[in-house]
């Protein structure tokens, strides 16, 4: 075994391979970029070297800067994580050049995976199947026409050298085809620098199920069994599990048999994924093959119990295969949902900022332990920011249970207890999702969040009487808590502002709220009198009066830790308040609550000013601007695209109103925060 690796990676993958790396006793030596230099993939390993600027070309993508560093530390081995040059078969070379051990496939089979045409060719000889279509070299358009009709529409044409669904159309007849065609080799064209295309049959609701192999240097090739990533938007996995569900042995082993196939083809060796696209009926065919360990991972270790950073180590260091296919067993069933730093409400548009309040649910990190069925994989912690230069992902939340609803609930139950301010994250609408019908009946494809938009996204309503009543109970109890013992009666902090119910009882106060996702308008204020009366304990009952008459009775208040518990009606709550500003988050509920707080005595907040200014939610670039000053726009309406973090991002008009200024044209650098244009209703 290796007594000393290089990490070139960051972020959680760095962190869980130092987990593992640690455990076996191997030291580890982290790199860096200026961004990273306090991360936390750089406390947890033994050396830590700085590569460079944030960039990841100027950092992380330096091969021979990393090469170095090996060399210069001892390092026998390089983990390359994940992205960066996990599937670069140049650096792959360079290292056995440099006689040190990528741990990872040989350069020969990181290349023959990563020619779309060309390892489709190699699947088809190895007898692993393939999508019935047309994968050759006459790229005529009569013939590629003929090809088209003979397999039956709908057919998706994609470009040769594509991936990740660029340069793809679905053609769903005859008369389309000839226009597609030409489009998408143009795109090809620009995009790849090669126009050839494939034609295969459109499969219009697929699954995308991925079997894991692990190879030996002595040609020994096992799976372990597959994950189920269909869960997706646009091409972005979201949610992963295994087993997947309706899976039957003899598919099973089928899919396991083509997967190892497909790795023995092309001499594979150390980790791998071979990835299917599946039908509804449980017909499979080849897609590609990742040359890497992937982010969902996890999965697959929690329900066979496995370390498969460790089984890579034992592999890359000449080991045979730790277990033969025989001894391998799926135990339960395990979810990992993927926490980023996003806003599913703007077009899930990455949200950078710092990570202000962090509190996870109970949890172990990075490596499987079967007694605790809540894992973290995370590179971050309290105080850390979510930058611009990396993927957004703030954790993987992985959990194990018994059988799927199981595992389904404690998802569901760990994602309540996630605490999160400072950014906007995805936590609430993966909470939607794992209780989604569709999710809870595993009917699982490729399309479900696009066809469950209205559920998983649903418009800011107003909020309930129970949510107003609890916000108004946790809002005055958390001023108790923070009122100082000699408060200024002129400050402007509410907090410092006692009402003085002690003094003067009964006392009576108006509280102004509204969805915290809603626009600040007059109209989204909800109203609420409150009036106080000394409770048995230290904090005081309240009534609470609703505009349409109803009244609550808020008793037994009282502070348990950081939670507060108390009735509603006869109704039992225990919540765990957390103000942000004017925002009260209310966790603890089922389901995580935000609520603004309109305190008329304390500041007005700037967003109530700058609602018609639509800011850029983080730098990047102008891409297309959609509108002109004057023209009118319906709420909704795209205005203008950015991109930034390799992706295209809209911004959509928030309410109807009529376009001012437009200070940015296509092309322009913007600053996170700048004002893209303004917006009068
Ligand atoms: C397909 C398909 C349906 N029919 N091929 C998307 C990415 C690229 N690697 C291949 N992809 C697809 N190919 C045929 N013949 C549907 C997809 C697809 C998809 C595949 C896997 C995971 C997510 C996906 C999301 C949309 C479309």
């Not at 051990?101 to 290349?111: E, R, T, V, W």
């Not at 958390?478 to 509410?494: G, V």
């Not at 000394?534 to 009952?541: D, F, I, N, V, Y």
């Not at 609470?544 to 039992?572: F, P, V, Y």
Request: proline share 6%; with cysteine; charged share 20%.
């Amino acid at each position: 075994m290796f007594t000393k690796i290089l990490i070139a990676n960051r972020g959680e993958i760095a962190c869980r391979i130092a987990s593992t790396a640690r455990r076996l006793g191997i030291q580890t030596v982290a790199v860096y970029s200026d961004a990273d230099a306090q991360a936390r993939h750089v406390q947890m390993c033994d050396e830590a070297y700085r590569l460079g600027p944030a960039p990841a070309r100027e950092s992380y993508l330096l091969g021979d800067k990393i090469l170095e560093i090996a060399q210069a530390t001892g390092a026998q081995a390089i983990h390359p994580g994940y992205g960066f040059l996990s599937e670069n078969e140049t650096f792959a070379q360079a290292a056995l050049d440099a006689g040190i051990k990528f741990i990872g496939p040989p350069p020969s089979a990181i290349n023959a995976m990563g020619l779309k045409a060309e390892s489709k060719r190699l699947m088809h000889e190895a007898g692993v199947p393939l999508v019935p279509g047309y994968h050759g070299a006459d790229q005529s358009p009569e013939l590629l026409a003929q090809q088209a009709q003979a397999m039956g529409f709908p057919v998706l044409i994609k470009a040769s050298a594509g991936g990740g669904g660029k340069g793809m159309r679905i053609v769903q007849s005859a008369e389309e085809f000839a226009a597609a065609l030409a489009s998408c080799k143009r795109e090809a064209a620009a995009s790849f620098g090669n126009e050839d295309v494939l034609v295969e049959r459109y499969l219009t609701r697929p699954r995308h199920i991925e079997i894991q192999v692990f190879a030996d240097s002595f040609g020994e090739c096992v799976y372990l069994f597959e994950r189920d990533c269909s869960v997706q938007r646009r091409h972005q996995k979201v949610i992963e599990e295994a087993p997947a569900p309706g899976m039957t042995q003899e598919r099973r082993a089928a899919m396991g048999a083509a997967a190892v196939a497909a790795a023995k083809a092309v001499g594979y060796e150390g980790a791998g994924t071979v990835e299917f696209i599946a039908e509804p009926d449980g017909r499979f065919y080849f897609m590609e093959m990742n040359t890497r360990l992937q982010v969902e991972h996890p999965v697959t270790e929690m329900i066979t119990g496995l370390d498969l950073v460790e089984w890579q180590l034992r592999i890359a260091s000449g080991e045979p295969l730790p277990l033969k296919q025989e001894a391998l067993q799926i135990h339960g069933h395990a979810i990992e949902a993927r926490i980023y730093a996003e806003s599913p409400e703007t077009g899930f548009l990455p949200s950078t900022g710092t990570l202000n309040h962090l509190r996870t649910p109970h949890a172990t990190q990075f490596v499987v332990d079967i007694s605790h069925p809540v894992r973290i994989d995370s590179g971050v912690r309290e105080g850390d920011t979510i930058s611009p230069f990396y993927d957004p992902m703030i954790a993987k939340l992985i959990v194990w249970g018994s059988d799927r609803n199981a595992a389904i609930q404690r998802m569901a139950n760990a994602l309540h207890a996630y605490e999160i301010l400072g950014l906007k994250t995805n936590v609430d609408f993966l909470g939607r999702l794992m209780t989604s019908k569709p999710f809870m009946e595993a009917d699982l494809d490729t399309g479900l969040i696009e066809r469950d938009r209205a559920h998983l996204l649903p418009e800011p309503a107003a909020l309930d009487d129970t949510v107003l009543s609890l916000a108004a109970a946790a809002w005055i109890a958390l001023e108790q808590k923070h009122a100082p013992k000699n408060a200024d009666p002129l400050s402007a902090d509410p907090f410092d502002k006692r009402n003085g119910w002690r003094a003067t009882l009964p006392l009576e106060r108006t509280l102004q709220m509204s969805a915290a996702g809603s626009l600040p308008t007059p109209s989204a204020w909800q109203e609420l009198i409150v009036s106080y009366s000394a409770g048995r304990s230290a904090l005081p009952s309240l009534t609470l009066r609703h505009t349409k008459g109803t009244t609550t009775c808020i008793g037994s208040l009282q502070w348990i830790g950081e939670h507060l518990s108390g009735l509603a009606g006869s109704q039992a709550f225990q919540l765990r308040p957390l103000r942000e500003a004017d925002t009260l988050h209310l966790y603890g509920l089922p389901g995580h609550q935000a609520v603004r707080v309109f305190d008329p005595l304390g500041v007005r907040s700037a967003q109530g000013q700058e609602a018609s200014r639509l800011t850029a939610p983080m730098p990047g670039k102008v891409i297309a601007v959609l509108v002109s000053p004057g023209q009118t726009v319906k709420k909704g309406e795209p205005l203008l695209v950015m991109e930034a973090m390799k992706m295209e991002h809209t911004i959509h008009a928030p309410a109807d109103g009529k376009v001012g200024e437009l200070p940015f044209a296509v092309g322009a650098q913007v600053q996170e925060g700048a004002a893209l244009l303004s917006l009068q209703s």
